[in-house]
């Protein structure tokens, strides 16, 4: 079964600073790769996800990650994050042999300081 | 734009009781999901469904069922409600499993 570690459950950061969120995966043949986001009392929404093609994917908001197959990894980036940012963030893995299912990580909360 | 509505944003309930949460997409997808959001703990899957009447459990069905009579909803329920349940719980549909679109949540505490 896929399994799914975020290795941060909470990141403070000075606004305008730059952020990474750390999202690794168990390893597996094909897997399609997500992260959401939920803001405060709402539900997930995609922020963007990697299904094939070039390893860096850009997302919504000035997001982006980058898929490395050889350490199971799919990093979430900002150069430059805003107040508006603070919100949980999750990241999901869909493993083709396993009916295309999601498993989620257990989230990180970005918590953006003025 | 897809929606998926869930029928209450928060919900008390006593322990013991039967309980119902509803979920509508209005987008004609075939495939609904039920989840529990804890702490640390993610979102893990309660059970899907992939077309009408069709049933699947996902890694912690127990103490959960789950009715799909019509396209469009999803309801969960718990036939008798325990303190152990209390969590937030998030509906969600997708076409093809790629991308899965996401209710607002009910937030259920069982007292």
């Known amino acids: 079964a896929q399994s799914v570690t975020q290795l941060d459950s909470q990141v403070p950061v000075f606004e305008e600073a730059p952020v990474e969120l750390r999202c690794n995966y168990s390893s597996s043949v094909s897997v399609y790769l997500f992260w959401y986001v939920q803001y405060p009392n709402q539900g997930l929404q995609l922020l963007l996800k990697y299904l094939s093609g070039s390893t860096l994917v850009k997302g919504i908001n000035g997001f982006e990650a980058e898929f490395n197959k050889s350490q199971t990894s799919f990093h979430l980036r900002k150069p430059s994050v805003h107040i508006s940012d603070t919100a949980e963030y999750f990241c999901?893995?869909?493993?083709?042999?396993?009916?295309?299912?999601?498993?989620f990580g257990g989230g990180t909360r970005l918590m953006v300081k003025p | 734009d897809v929606k998926v509505t869930q029928s209450s944003r928060y919900l008390v309930k006593r322990t013991g009781e039967k309980v119902f949460l509803e979920c509508v997409q209005d987008?004609?997808?075939?495939?609904m999901f039920w989840y529990r959001q804890d702490p640390g703990l993610g979102l893990r899957l309660i059970y899907f469904?992939?077309?009408?009447?069709?049933?699947e459990k996902g890694d912690i069905p127990e103490g959960y069922s789950v009715s799909r009579e019509k396209k469009e909803r999803f309801s969960l329920i718990l036939e008798s409600a325990s303190t152990n349940q209390t969590s937030m719980y998030l509906c969600?549909?997708?076409?093809?499993?790629?991308?899965?679109?996401f209710g607002p949540g009910t937030r259920l505490t069982v007292t």
């Open positions: 999901a893995v869909s493993d083709a042999d396993a009916g295309n299912m999601l498993t």
């Open positions: 469904s992939y077309d009408v009447k069709m049933k």
């Open positions: 987008m004609d997808h075939e495939n």
């Open positions: 969600a549909s997708t076409r093809d499993s790629y991308e899965q679109y």
